[in-house]
């Protein structure tokens, strides 16, 4: 009989072991999906596109310091469990090399089972392949838990009673102290004297129950490994290697983390170094949670996530990053463990086939029912990644789009166009038709273009001066930028006539002009609405995120000064997502949900852009705290998916993009369209022909 089980038991251990890892890998993306849903219905997206290029884009010398540093961390995790092995068994001796491999392993698989049990496989191989006992496996774990605890509650600590530290951080900070103190003390109780009076608790019962007696043994000896370490006196040499291990992991975590926030393609948190280790140490709490995801994905991102929401920044940003930042330590993790694995097989003789299930019945039932909670969540899963492929098939945002082709001018000369033709004006706008994104302009008389700009860079938001003589427009500080990161940009001032720019700002977006051309207002850095003066050169910060009842972490995205009052028109994103006109006493009057909102030039009311269109958008007008807004323009199709609307300086007519129904502003191929305002929506004339990207387009009519 024993002969005919036992070449069962490594099937039965693959199947089980297949069905835990299913069962985990569909709560990881039930969570995953629940999060990214959330986002998703607060306006943010996060999508597979930004996940890869954000890695693709993190340069690899700091993947490099990563994996030095964290090699560095082993060292002294293996330091520090030989120094707890030594003083727990004095007589026992185990190679550095043996205790490095061990160590690397454990790296691997501690988030492997829920509540960090992967540390168990450390226990065991140290039994297996080094003979070290199962007491002392356990002690040297429990030790070093006891360790982590304290400098982790140390630290909060510090944390909260930092003189700058804001009320969110110390609000959260010492609270967590205190309950890590008293898991702390809990410990230490339980380790000491509570194992040993447990175990004489059960003395009288050995006679009786050899489960009892053989448990009563092992607790006795692990309260004696665990009292040759208290009297070895390592506690000080303990706690500085800790201290190491620690300085040492949110160090690298947090230059990988600053490394992939700061890449093109995402909106960099504007969050201190402290923050960003409050955050990720929220994140190591999520994955310790007794919740049983794969790797611990889910609970990660949740848990540095909601730091960062109390904190006010941007969720999408901070989900994506954490999410980033978890994939590439867990792949260096894997890397380093798999390979300590295969080494531990070559040199040590160790056997880690061990009875994993004592009772056939209980694994049976176990796999019936993981089977059944596995299925679901592995379709969901299955689900998710084919809605997020999907999105990145039709949203390659940060990725510079193809330049795409001209294609058949079906203008036709209707009364629209003729009348269209005949305005002495312009049109300016971006475009990548020569290959990345230039400023375009259309004489509105005979259609013919001319690029204004041939730089690599991209460019974007032209907009006309009030007489018509220079634009403005926004330059980005590497070759390719996704209009969706509103940071890497300067703004530049181009002379019509001469054909010469100069810089006006440095990390500048979407310029606009004061109404006597006199001054330039801007957003930079997404969080700030800035005044130039053209002629003296100085600047004014005239509102910002955190001040004026502007939440910290919004984006001031398209802000749009009142010429009369001083109100500022503008979409939030990032900690809330309304658009909002601003007083200048700081008084905030939402408007609605969607983007793109500017005054109208003489301020006789607000327009944007918003969902309820044709095909999904729509151009609305409400006049400021009068009445519902007013559905304005919604073009018919194929192209009825509006973006961009300006008016032009006397208000006759509406320049705007629109798609015949994709999304992304730099990618989509948007047309451009010219409407005289007050006319039927179908007289809106196509100004442009070319499968490229068209986006931002401003007109001038003399």
């Known amino acids: 009989m024993k002969n005919t089980l036992m070449p069962q038991r490594p099937a039965m251990m ?19 999906a629940i999060l990214l849903h959330w986002l998703a219905r607060s306006g943010d997206d996060v999508n ?19 994996a030095l540093l964290m090699a560095v961390n082993t060292v002294l995790r293996t330091l520090r469990y030989r120094l707890i092995l030594v003083a727990s068994n004095g007589l026992h001796r185990v190679s550095f090399f043996s205790l490095f491999i061990v160590t690397g392993v454990r790296n691997m698989v501690v988030d492997l089972l829920p509540a960090r049990l992967g540390e168990l496989v450390f226990v065991t191989m140290l039994k297996k392949g080094c003979g070290v006992p199962l007491p002392t496996g ?10 982590d605890i304290f400098m982790l509650a140390l630290l909060l600590l510090i944390i909260g009673l930092l003189p700058f530290a804001t009320p969110v951080l110390r609000h959260g900070s010492l609270p967590a102290a205190l309950l890590l103190t008293l898991m702390l003390i809990a410990g230490v109780v339980v380790l000491w004297p509570g194992l040993r009076l447990l175990a004489d608790r059960m003395r009288p019962w050995e006679q009786h129950n050899r489960i009892f007696a053989a448990l009563a043994r092992f607790l006795l000896a692990l309260s004696d490994t665990l009292l040759h370490c208290r009297q070895g006196r390592i506690l000080g040499r303990a706690l500085l290697l800790t201290a190491g291990i620690r300085v040492l992991k949110y160090g690298a975590l947090y230059l990988l983390f600053d490394a992939v926030a700061a890449t093109p393609g995402l909106a960099t ?37 909601a730091v960062f929401a109390l904190l006010g920044f941007p969720m999408a940003t901070a989900v994506i990053t954490l999410l980033c930042v978890h994939i590439a330590s867990q792949v260096l993790d894997y890397l380093v463990g798999c390979t300590c694995l295969a080494l ?22 176990w796999k019936k029912l993981g089977k059944f909670l596995a299925v679901p969540g592995l379709l969901l899963g299955i689900a998710l990644v084919a809605s997020q492929l999907d999105r990145v098939r039709s949203a390659h945002s940060q990725v510079p789009p193809p330049m795409g082709q001209a294609i058949r001018d079906v203008t036709g000369t209707g009364t629209a166009t003729t009348a269209i033709s005949r305005l002495n004006g312009w049109v300016v706008w971006s475009s990548n038709r020569f290959g990345n994104h230039d400023i375009l302009k259309m004489n509105l008389a005979d259609r013919s273009i001319r690029r204004l700009t041939e730089h690599p860079h991209a460019e974007s938001f032209p907009r006309i001066s009030p007489d018509g003589r220079k634009i403005v427009f926004a330059r980005s500080r590497q070759p390719w930028v996704s209009l969706r990161n509103p940071i890497p940009w300067d703004v530049y001032l181009l002379d019509l006539e001469s054909g010469s720019e100069r810089l006006l700002a440095e990390f500048g977006n979407v310029p606009t002009w004061s109404t006597d051309g006199s001054l330039v207002y ?39 000064l009142s010429a009369f009052s001083g109100r500022l028109a503008s979409t939030w994103r990032g900690s809330r997502r309304i ?8 008084t905030v009057k939402v408007i609605g949900k969607g983007c793109q909102l500017a005054w109208a030039p003489d301020d006789a009311f607000v327009y944007w852009v918003d969902r309820g269109g044709l095909m999904k958008n729509r151009v ?11 559905a304005w323009l919604d073009l018919p199709a194929p192209y009825s998916h509006e973006y961009f609307p300006k008016l032009s300086s006397d208000g006759r007519y509406l320049v705007l993009g629109a798609s015949a129904g994709g999304h992304e502003h730099d990618v989509a191929d948007y047309e451009i369209f010219l409407w005289s305002v007050e006319s039927p929506s179908e007289t809106a004339v196509r100004l442009t022909f070319h499968s490229g990207n068209d986006n931002w387009p401003d007109v001038f009519v003399e």
């Open 14 to 32: 693959i199947s089980q072991t297949l069905v835990r890892l299913a069962f985990s890998a569909s709560l990881s993306f039930a969570i995953l």
């Open 48 to 66: 597979l596109a930004m996940l890869y290029q954000a890695l693709s884009d993190t340069p690899a010398r700091v993947f490099t310091l990563y």
């Open 138 to 147: 356990l002690a040297i774990l429990a030790i070093s838990f006891l360790l």
């Open 269 to 305: 948190i504007p969050a201190d170094f402290i923050d960003v280790i409050v955050a990720l140490v929220a994140s190591e709490a999520g994955a310790s949670l007794p919740l049983p995801t794969l790797m611990s994905f889910g609970t990660y991102e949740a848990g540095g996530a």
């Open 344 to 365: 531990f097989f070559l040199t040590h003789t160790g056997n880690l086939n061990s009875v994993v299930a004592t009772n056939q019945r209980l694994a049976s039932k």
């Open 522 to 560: 801007f957003q930079r850095r997404g969080s700030e609405f800035v005044q130039k003066n053209l002629a003296s050169g100085v600047e004014q910060v005239l509102f910002k995120a955190g001040a004026k009842n502007i939440p910290s972490g919004v984006e001031l995205q398209t802000p749009s």
């Open 579 to 586: 658009t909002a006109i601003i007083e200048p006493d700081g």
């Open 620 to 630: 609305y007008r409400q006049v400021p705290g009068s009445g519902e807004p007013k």
